[in-house]
């Protein structure tokens, strides 16, 4: 099955530094990688995500990259900020070209952000 | 707030006892996913859910069980509790077809098995 590994498992940054978290996967099948925040006591959210027939997605102050080749994805936190503190989780999962999903999301270890003012 | 509501929001039980887990999708969304999230684990998929048919499973123990209703709120059921199975309980969804598989969690049902 697919297995995500995700690094590092805590990141500490100065408030207006740039944070980057990276995974990697291991089924070359997998098509589907979105990134998760989840704040204490919260259910996980998604913040973005990238399918495999593009490299590169930004969204304001966040952007994620995909290495089909290397089997890896990145996200990237520019200009951080205080509220960015939270647990980011990366996942992995399939869809067909109809958009049905095959079910699971395989996540990483989750990435423990901590944003000092 | 995703849409996805979760009840209850904690679970305190003894081991060997039964519980109910509620999840209520986003409207419109026909897939109900469950997520089991511990320390040691991290989030691990159980069981999906299509317009009341089951489409995938995971790593779910054999005490568990889920169904999705025809007003399509899914029950996940936990049997003969043990200590290990204290966790927190996802309930996500999503629609299927153009924004396929974006999942949206709802807040989670705590249990603690004592």
């Known amino acids: 099955g697919e297995n995500v590994e995700q690094h590092p498992s805590t990141l500490s940054v100065q408030e207006g530094d740039s944070a980057v978290i990276k995974c990697t996967y291991s089924?070359?099948?997998?098509?589907?990688f979105p990134w998760y925040k989840q704040e204490l006591g919260k259910g996980p959210q998604l913040i973005i995500d990238?399918?495999?027939?593009?490299g590169e997605k930004k969204d304001q102050r966040i952007a994620v990259t995909l290495n089909k080749t290397a089997k890896h994805f990145s996200l990237h936190i520019t200009e951080t900020q205080p509220e960015d503190s939270a647990v980011y989780f990366c996942a992995a999962g399939r869809t067909n070209a109809g958009g049905t999903s095959y079910g699971k999301l395989t996540f990483g270890q989750g990435t423990i952000l901590t944003v000092h003012p | 707030d995703s849409g996805v509501t979760q009840t209850p929001k904690h679970l305190i039980t003894a081991t060997g006892q039964r519980v109910t887990l509620r999840c209520s999708p986003r409207?419109?969304?026909?897939?109900v996913y469950w997520y089991q999230q511990s320390l040691d684990q991290g989030l691990q998929f159980l069981i999906q859910y299509y317009n009341g048919e089951e489409r995938a499973k995971g790593n779910i123990l054999e005490r568990f069980s889920a169904q999705q209703f025809p007003d399509l709120h899914s029950e996940l059921n936990l049997s003969s509790l043990e200590l290990g199975d204290s966790a927190l309980y996802f309930c996500?969804?999503?629609?299927?077809?153009?924004?396929?598989?974006?999942?949206?969690f709802g807040p989670g049902t705590r249990l603690t098995v004592l």
């Open positions: 990238i399918r495999s027939n593009v």
């Open positions: 409207s419109g969304d026909l897939s």
């Open positions: 089924d070359s099948a997998s098509n589907y």
């Open positions: 996500a969804s999503s629609v299927e077809g153009l924004n396929y598989n974006e999942q949206f």
